[in-house]
């Protein structure tokens, strides 16, 4: 690998460059090391402690082949005729093959009768024995360091990517044949549990070099927490509460045995809701215990005993980190529209493992694993396809809001003169996307009001960023990002006219069996939408292909914008 170092900026060169430090980020640096290729991972924290999966353990959609069928069959069920089942397959059988590799590299699953159980994992434990790994095989690790932005070789093809290295207070660049966007959706700095580094800079990055995004309707997943402590979004413990008002009256919340999941969020609409876990049994106690521990943390720090106690709860918004919506990928191996960008994890859209509907947990760690793998693998093909010379390519930096040029000083924004403050861009975009009444009971006219404050927000991204530091750098660069995710969110919800999982529209209430379709999304100034219909022929038999096209819908987002519907 080249490398060139200068006090103000480091300069590196590798076949492919993988943007992230999660799940999907090490699984597809070490398929891409596995076919020969020099890699280079770069992760806004530490990869292994940084992230959502490194922050609690997390079921896996990994079950033996004996039940596969009954498995896509319930997966397919509930992405209401919008998922894939050919994918949900794979997805499956890719994950089902992997797991043994996590224990031959170190991590310890559980035995029962001497085999292992291989259903779930301890995050610190899992992601630390996947950084190990990393390094055994020669993965260069730049932790501390954000990418902010791609780098365009004059064919539109990807050649790398630039950003800022915290430690060392400077700029980074890494030219590469390929690069994998693995660094996660947005919870929109809703301070869900290791959600915090999940801010859409991927999706940004990706529309900027000419990608497209898809289902970004689905992207207004909320998870259940204590009040108190609101950041542990662990649900599974709150299966086994009983729900009652401010003046403890039952409030009921179960449908067949089963908790409804529309009823919180309908509940605290209302008023203030408490939960008590006094329908767990001793044994289903052992048991959430262990496998969802991180969750009693807060009580026991409270000195609160929550089988006998009442706690307020809450709902905190995890955006597309357990939700659908993200990077549009577009053949097998998770490439994007632009040649030489892959895609994976949480940054891909999911709509063919879970429709419109939440792959939290189980499946979206079985979606990262899997992935993760074909994208590194087809990052690395690519790579290899350009050959020797492929780092010396005329390249140019993609970014645009919230940047300035290679050093700090020079602007690309459109106003030299005035700055904007991050934290207040920040505050306004979760003012639009945190209300339940906003982003979960969604409408035409709330829509319109929310993309009209959002493009006003957009408008002041575009003015100049204050970067006299490489946090400032991040934070500019990060309250594009989230402005850029909350309009693609939005714009997207306005255009499907029906509710569908958990996309609820609350004047087009009933699921519309004809809009078998994704929507995908895009652009900057001028946002657009398209609906790729899908056809059950192309999508058993073509994998490079899984819908028709339709024509492009496009329009402002502006006060207008009711006018041109």
């Given at each position: 690998?080249?490398?060139?170092?200068?006090e103000?900026?480091l300069?590196?060169a590798?076949d492919?460059?993988?943007?992230?430090?999660?799940p999907?980020?090490a699984?597809a640096a070490?398929a891409a090391a596995?076919?020969?290729a020099?890699v280079?991972?770069?992760?806004k924290?530490?990869?292994?402690?940084?992230g959502?999966?490194?922050?609690s353990?997390n079921?896996?959609?990994?079950?033996?082949?004996?039940?596969?069928?009954k498995v896509v069959?319930?997966?397919?069920?509930?992405g209401?005729?919008?998922?894939?089942?050919?994918w949900?397959?794979?997805?499956?059988e890719k994950?089902?093959?992997?797991?043994?590799l996590v224990?031959?590299?170190g991590y310890?699953?559980?035995?029962e009768?001497?085999?292992?159980?291989?259903?779930?994992?301890?995050g610190?434990?899992?992601?630390?024995?996947?950084?190990?790994?990393?390094?055994?095989?020669?993965?260069?690790?730049?932790d501390?360091?954000p990418?902010?932005e791609l780098l365009?070789a004059?064919?539109?093809s990807?050649a790398?990517?630039?950003?800022?290295?915290?430690?060392?207070h400077?700029n980074?660049t890494?030219?590469a044949?390929?690069?994998?966007?693995?660094?996660?959706g947005c919870?929109f700095?809703?301070?869900a549990?290791?959600c915090?580094?999940?801010?859409g800079?991927?999706?940004l990055?990706?529309?900027e070099a000419?990608?497209e995004l898809?289902?970004?309707?689905?992207?207004?997943?909320?998870?259940?927490s204590t009040?108190f402590n609101a950041?542990v979004?662990?649900?599974?413990?709150?299966?086994?509460?009983?729900?009652?008002?401010?003046a403890?009256?039952?409030?009921?919340?179960?449908?067949n045995?089963?908790r409804?999941?529309s009823?919180?969020p309908n509940?605290?609409?209302?008023?203030?809701v408490?939960a008590r876990?006094?329908r767990?049994?001793?044994?289903?106690k052992?048991?959430i215990?262990?496998?969802?521990?991180?969750?009693?943390?807060p009580?026991t720090?409270?000195g609160i005993?929550?089988y006998?106690?009442?706690?307020?709860?809450?709902?905190?918004?995890?955006g597309?980190?357990?939700?659908t919506g993200?990077?549009?990928i577009v053949?097998?191996?998770?490439?994007?529209?632009?040649p030489?960008l892959?895609a994976?994890?949480d940054?891909?859209?999911?709509?063919?493992l879970a429709g419109?509907?939440?792959?939290g947990?189980g499946p979206?760690?079985a979606?990262a694993i899997?992935?993760?793998?074909?994208?590194?693998v087809?990052?690395?093909d690519?790579?290899k396809?350009?050959?020797a010379h492929?780092?010396?390519?005329?390249?140019?930096?993609?970014?645009?809001a919230?940047?300035?040029s290679?050093?700090?000083g020079?602007?690309?924004?459109?106003s030299?003169?005035s700055?904007f403050d991050?934290e207040?861009i920040?505050r306004g975009?979760?003012a639009q996307?945190f209300?339940?009444?906003k982003n979960y009971?969604r409408s035409e006219?709330?829509l319109?009001?929310?993309l009209?404050k959002l493009?006003?927000l957009w408008q002041?991204?575009?003015?100049?960023?204050?970067q006299d530091?490489?946090?400032?750098?991040?934070?500019s660069r990060r309250a594009?990002?989230?402005?850029?995710?909350?309009?693609w969110a939005?714009?997207?919800a306005l255009?499907?006219?029906?509710?569908?999982s958990?996309?609820i529209r609350?004047?087009?209430p009933?699921?519309d069996?004809n809009q078998?379709?994704?929507?995908?999304?895009?652009g900057?100034?001028?946002?657009w939408?398209r609906?790729?219909?899908?056809?059950?022929?192309?999508?058993?038999d073509k994998p490079?292909s899984v819908y028709?096209t339709?024509?492009v819908?496009t329009t402002?987002?502006?006060?207008?914008i009711?006018t041109?519907l």
């Open positions: 690998m080249l490398t060139v170092h200068s103000n900026e300069q590196l590798a492919v460059l993988v943007i992230g430090g999660g999907a980020a699984w070490w596995s076919q020969g020099k280079i991972i770069v992760d924290g530490f990869l292994g402690t940084s959502a999966a490194a922050a353990g079921g896996i959609m990994a079950p033996s082949p004996e039940n596969w069928d069959s319930e997966r397919y069920r509930i209401k005729n919008l998922a894939s089942s050919r949900i397959e794979r997805v499956i994950t089902w093959l992997s797991l043994p224990e031959n590299w310890r699953f559980p035995k009768n001497g085999e292992s159980v291989r259903q779930s994992y301890y610190p434990e899992y992601m630390r024995v996947l950084r190990k790994n990393l390094l055994r095989v020669g993965v260069q690790i730049l501390q360091s990418a902010l365009l004059e064919d539109g990807v790398g990517a630039r950003g800022v290295q915290r430690q060392h400077r980074y890494v030219r044949g390929a690069v994998v966007l693995a660094n996660g919870a700095l809703s301070k549990l290791g915090n580094t999940n801010t800079d991927g999706l990055m990706a529309v000419g990608g898809s289902s970004m309707e689905a992207s207004n997943h909320y998870a259940i009040a950041t979004t662990r649900g599974v413990p709150f299966g086994w509460a009983s729900y009652t008002d401010e403890g009256n039952d409030l009921g919340g179960y449908i045995g089963r409804d999941p009823f919180l509940a605290l609409l209302k008023g203030s408490y876990l006094d767990a049994t001793p044994e289903v052992a048991v215990e262990k496998s969802h521990f991180i969750a009693f943390l009580y720090k409270a005993d929550p006998t106690e009442r706690v307020p709860v809450t709902l905190i918004l995890e597309t980190v357990r939700g993200g990077i549009r053949n097998d191996n998770c490439a994007t529209k632009v030489g892959y994976a994890g940054a891909a859209s999911r709509e063919f419109l509907a939440s792959g947990g979206n760690a979606w899997s992935t993760g793998q074909w994208a590194g087809g990052a690395a690519f790579a396809s350009l050959g492929a780092n010396e390519r005329v390249a140019r930096p993609a970014g645009q919230g940047l300035r290679a050093t700090l020079e602007t690309r924004s459109h030299p003169t700055e991050s207040a920040v975009v979760q996307m209300p339940l009444e009971l006219q709330g319109l009001d929310s009209a493009e006003t002041q991204v575009q003015k100049r960023p204050k530091s490489v946090r400032d750098v991040e934070f594009a990002a989230l402005t850029a995710v909350a309009r939005y714009f997207s255009y499907r006219k029906e509710t569908r958990e996309h609350v004047d087009y009933e699921t069996p078998r379709y994704y929507q995908a999304t895009g900057l100034d001028k946002l939408v609906r790729d219909w899908i056809t059950d022929a192309m999508s058993d490079q028709a339709r024509p819908i402002q987002t502006t006060p207008s009711s041109k």
